[in-house]
């Protein structure tokens, strides 16, 4: 109800002639004053604490910017701020979310476990993608009794065993190279093979000298299947062939299940997280001995969620979560690599000349490329800086230091990595654009503070190491079987693009959404390229 009305106008003595004109400005001088009050006023009562980026709409706060574009907010706030890097709070929707981005103050917060909580921003997404409480206690209640724990010397969390089983399968030594050589390289091998896959599904048509093809399924193709397979074993296509195909809508839409917009405007995302549930279901429903072909992180988580008597419908929901993190970030870090060489014939060259002498037989010996490829590695370090744009958040339990500035318990704490990437007194003063060698020039950067494509701390991403490895091998293969190009004989809508068309233009990052790791290109952008046989190996 509007909350002017006669009467009230008439105790405030203004006259009913004048209505229309303090009906407009009675709410804007309220406005005015609350503003005012709280971030003029208000501060000086609170002097340990962050300042607040002001906003103008009551309880809704910055929701409306940050949900528009996550980054580009966080950049207002930056500049705000005049790039100063104190900690500062954003009000969104109720909630208040302190923004950290000085690198030292990240530095501090990586150790601290006494005050800053992960297992609560964990346990809500294991709620946020269905799980029951029952499930949510056995991963969060400490159980020694359990046999996982039976041969450990300190009894840990299901949830934290979950993070051990992918440290143990994905750590440098025999079962991470078992994994690469054995399942995911022969599956990279046979994705680039278009001469034996008529049907291949990322060409888009061929001619004599070669295929053309889209190099977001490519990447697809290259990454998710090989890696889906490498983990699941061959019977993950039998339960769903159409997996990947879920997969990428709930790579399109798995935003409106971090932001947790409501079901009735999400019904995409839903969708995609249904089917990818369901197929797991479907999965674990086939006899284990007819999977034997699968990794050993998979076999063993299932055999852990079975122990403890975890339904099939809740071990899919687990397992959605982790292959969410397994699969959802390499492909995206290797599109970007293999664009801005597609983009860049400089830089395709050198990178050529550097891995030449890693392939043999049309083989690429992945102990040379890892020893011998400085350009390469420097190229995939500096993509990783310019695509990775997650941020850490943490639930704040109890009051928290920084800079002599006290965070409140009961809000959050959020470290925008994008943020850290882009740090101007680190990055110089055109932090967006690429510089492939930089990580050659000077070998400390990937030390830096400001350099955390894979988090840290006690979190510190434990498929790191596969992720390089894997990303860095492909790139290599690829250039060193083909001659690739922009495709500039595109035909799109009936007519002959050329160079110069937007079409051809470099694929704009988006970095509106938050992600957790890497950012897609905006839907839609994709780079087409020609690939045609490198003869000279
Ligand atoms: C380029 C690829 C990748 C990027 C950019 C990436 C990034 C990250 C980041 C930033 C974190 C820290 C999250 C936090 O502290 O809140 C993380 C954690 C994690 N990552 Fe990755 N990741 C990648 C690949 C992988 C792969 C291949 C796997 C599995 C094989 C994986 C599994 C995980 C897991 C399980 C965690 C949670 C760790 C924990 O709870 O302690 N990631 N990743």
Known sequence: ????????????????????????????????????????IQPFFFPNEPEELPYWIPYFGHARSFFQDFNAALDNGRKYFKDTKVPYSVWIAGTRIYIVTAPTDVADLDRNTTTLSYH????????????????????????PSTPYNANLSRPILA????????RQQASPGKKLDELLHDRIIPSMYHALDFDDLHEHPSVLGRTAE??????LDLCSQLFVRSTAEAFLGRTIWKVNPDLLRSFRAWERTNWKFMYQIPEFMSKDMMSAKDDIIHTFVKYFQVPIAERRDSSFFAQTVESMLREMECSEQEMAKIFLLHFWAILGNVYKVAFWAIAYLVYDAKLLEDIRTEIVPAMEDHKLNEEHLIENSPRLHSLVNEVLRLCVTSGLVRDIVKPTLIQGKVLREGSKLMIPYRQLHLNRDV????PCSIKPERFVINTKLINSKSYRPFGGGHTLCPGRFLARRSVSFAVALLVGRFNISVD????????????????????KMDTTKPSPGASLPHEGDDVIVFLRKYTKF
């Open 427 to 430: 990055w110089g003063q055109d």
């Open 488 to 507: 500039t004989e595109r035909k799109e809508n009936g007519e002959q693009k050329k160079a110069g068309d937007s079409v051809l233009s470099f694929p």
């Open 210 to 215: 070669g295929v053309r093809i889209s190099l």
């Open 159 to 166: 949830v934290s065993m979950l993070t051990e089983y992918h």
């Open 120 to 143: 609560d921003t964990i346990r809500d997404m294991y709620k946020w993608i269905g799980a029951t409480q029952d499930t949510i206690n056995k991963l969060f209640v400490l159980d």
């Open 1 to 40: 109800m509007f909350p002017f009305t006669e009467p009230a106008l008439a105790f405030l003595r203004i006259p009913t002639s004048q209505n229309a004109l303090a009906a407009a400005i009675l709410p804007l001088a309220a406005l005015l004053s609350w503003r005012i009050w709280r971030f003029t």
